[in-house]
T-cell receptor, first 113, second 115 residues
Framework: TQLLEQSPQFLSIQEGENLTVYCNSS?????LQWYRQEPGEGPVLLVTVVTGGEVKKLKRLTFQFGDARKDSSLHITAAQPGDTGLYLC?????????????FGQGTELSVKP | DAGVIQSPRHEVTEMGQEVTLRCKPI?????LFWYRQTMMRGLELLIY????????DSGMPEDRFSAKMPNASFSTLKIQPSEPRDSAVYFCASRKRQTNTGELFFGEGSRLTVL
């Protein structure tokens, strides 16, 4: 059974601070996605990483896929109150096996002004 | 373009009643996923379909849960009989399965409360 473990589960920081969220597994994934979810809505895709060691940047957000494609991280620089939300990582098993997409538990981020 | 449409948005029912949740995926998408979200367990994959065919239903909790996808534009998730522990937000999501980078598009969810 493939599992994705996210840490920390909860994070409360002040505006302007930096933070990192981790997503770890003992399984190899063909790709890994990061989503953000607002209250009362479904998750929305932020980024997809595919290649081991890949780094992608989205404004103040930096995403990295581990070399072995078993882990990923999300780093936010100078967090703002608008970054508040639930961040979810999602891993896809071997695409040729059907495209199963499983999610981590999520990291609830609160950025205080 | 319309996104993934789920109904009902909210349902409150009593233990033992049958519950049917509905989903209309985005037109042209050929993969559909049903997830359940709770505070304790996060977003759990229940079942997913490719081209209307169920691929993996290992996440379905027990025989009380069943899902169908009779055509490319409609899917249902049924719980019979419902129990209080089924209370959760149920999400339907769809995507175009062409490569392993396909974005999942989620509906707004169906919040189920079983009393």
């Amino acid at each position: 059974t493939q599992l994705l473990e996210q840490s920390p589960q909860f994070l409360s920081i002040q505006e302007g601070e930096n933070l990192t969220v981790y997503c770890n597994s003992s399984s190899v994934f063909s790709s890994l996605q990061w989503y953000r979810q607002e209250p009362g809505e479904g998750p929305v895709l932020l980024v997809t990483v595919v290649t081991g060691g890949e780094v992608k940047k989205l404004k103040r957000l930096t995403f990295q896929f581990g070399d072995a494609r078993k882990d990923s991280s999300l780093h936010i620089t100078a967090a703002q109150p608008g970054d508040t939300g639930l961040y979810l990582c999602a891993g896809e098993a071997d695409y040729n096996q059907g495209g199963k997409l499983i999610f981590g538990q999520g990291t609830e981020l609160s950025v205080k002004p | 373009d319309a996104g993934v449409i789920q109904s009902p948005r909210h349902e409150v029912t009593e233990m033992g009643q049958e519950v049917t949740l509905r989903c209309k995926p985005i037109s042209g998408h050929n993969s559909l996923f049903w997830y359940r979200q709770t505070m304790m367990r996060g977003l759990e994959l229940l079942i997913y379909f490719n081209n209307n065919v169920p691929i993996d239903d290992s996440g379905m909790p027990e025989d009380r849960f069943s899902a169908k996808m009779p055509n490319a534009s409609f899917s249902t998730l049924k719980i019979q009989p419902s129990e209080p522990r089924d209370s959760a937000v149920y999400f339907c999501a769809s995507r175009k399965r062409q490569t392993n980078t396909g974005e999942l598009f989620f509906g707004e969810g169906s919040r189920l409360t079983v009393l």
